[in-house]
């Protein structure tokens, strides 16, 4: 069955939001270009992307993402306009950094951030933020919209 959703074939939307809608979809928290000896390119200036979840309730909307080993005092978030952006750290555990040999490595350890167009108008300026046991959760106000009644004069010519 064809979605008559337009946003399924948006490339902007596919830009922001990823061209896998689902839930199975794996998003990499490591950058991805590696020259051939395995080392990163520009190293001391990568940055990881951050996974995020984005939902709404009736008053606000809420945006969920693990950050498991975030340094806290490291952890900054931004809103502007309709635009959010979170950045933090993770160190590398001591134990790691005595590692002569590595045979599996997936966590990503260094600077992340993420920036996403938020999908309503917000009051950025009563945001929220609460970093409990490695998960982030950010809740910001939706802006709500007062209707306007105008009165349409005719004119008849």
Known sequence: ???DNKKLNDPIFEMVF????????FVSATPSQKTPQGKEWYEDHRE???AVDVFENDDEIVIVSTMAGAVTDKIEVYVHNDLLTIRGERHEPLEME???R????ECYWGKFSRTIVLPVDVQGDMAGAEYKNGILVVTIPKMHQKS???KIEVVEE
């Open 1 to 3: 069955m064809k979605s």
């Open 18 to 25: 990823g061209s896998s809608l689902g839930r199975d979809s």
């Open 48 to 50: 990881g992307q951050l």
């Open 98 to 100: 005595k590692a002569t």
């Open 102 to 105: 590595y045979f599996h490595e």
């Open 148 to 150: 306007t009644k105008i």
